[in-house]
């Protein structure tokens, strides 16, 4: 099975609004760590957001939000206020706590998001 | 302060060629871990090196070995290179130790081209 299932293969949103990436997960550990990357066309994986399979409070990090929903295992990334900057790819990825001493982190498929001026 | 730096940044190879490539970790980091990003799919975990060894491997068959140095530089090579072989090479580096919230550094990855 997936550990991390992105279903957006694609994304659009408007500048200035709102969009939702979706991440849903899957693990039988009790501690683990949720992350948001974007990649743009550099290759680079730029670190966004963080969210502890412990903590009681969504994440956020600037315009940069983490919808944590752990009973339904799904870490949606939410970006507010969208500028054309924020158009590249975004990936949802996990390292586990316990089973994972290595911390390896597992990635999914990735969402392209293009903003609309 | 450097970042995670990966050279060269591209590479074209012949079938059944053997490549090289080669990372150097962020200041401070000890532990470099190798993925590979196909075209159009996340990265996948190839291995991870701390203190000069090989600790934790993803399914990559054993033409995929690497090695790490006394400076913690790590290099990742590819043996009898296939077309399938083509893809973005990503290291990225850490500290052993570091909490679960800690993100790794990723380097700007190499693209290699097989054909």
């Known amino acids: 099975a997936q550990k991390i299932t992105q279903t957006q293969p694609g994304m659009f949103v408007q500048e200035k609004e709102a969009v939702t990436l979706d991440c849903t997960y899957d693990?039988?550990?009790?501690?683990?760590?949720l992350f948001w990357y974007k990649q743009p066309s550099s290759g680079e994986m730029i670190f966004l957001i963080y969210q502890g399979s412990y903590d009681q409070q969504n994440a956020t990090e600037g315009r940069y939000s983490l919808n944590f929903q752990k009973a339904r295992k799904s870490a949606n990334l939410v970006i507010s206020a969208s500028q054309l900057g924020d158009s590249a790819m975004y990936f949802c990825a996990m390292r586990e706590g316990q089973i994972n001493t290595g911390n390896q982190f597992y990635f999914g498929t990735g969402t392209s998001l293009t903003v609309i001026p | 302060d450097a970042g995670v730096t990966q050279s060269p940044t591209h590479l074209i190879k012949t079938r059944g060629q053997q490549v090289t490539l080669r990372c150097s970790p962020k200041s401070g980091h000890d532990t470099v871990s190798w993925y590979q990003q196909a075209l159009g799919q996340g990265p996948q975990f190839i291995f991870q090196?701390?203190?000069?060894?090989?600790?934790q491997r993803g399914n990559f068959p054993d033409r995929f070995s690497g090695h790490q140095f006394p400076n913690y530089s790590s290099e990742l090579n590819v043996n009898a290179l296939l077309l399938g072989d083509s893809a973005l090479y990503l290291c990225a580096s850490s500290r052993t130790g570091d909490s679960m919230n800690t993100e790794a550094f990723f380097g700007q990855g190499t693209r290699l081209t097989v054909v």
């Open positions: 090196y701390y203190e000069e060894e090989e600790r």
């Open positions: 693990t039988s550990d009790p501690s683990y760590g």
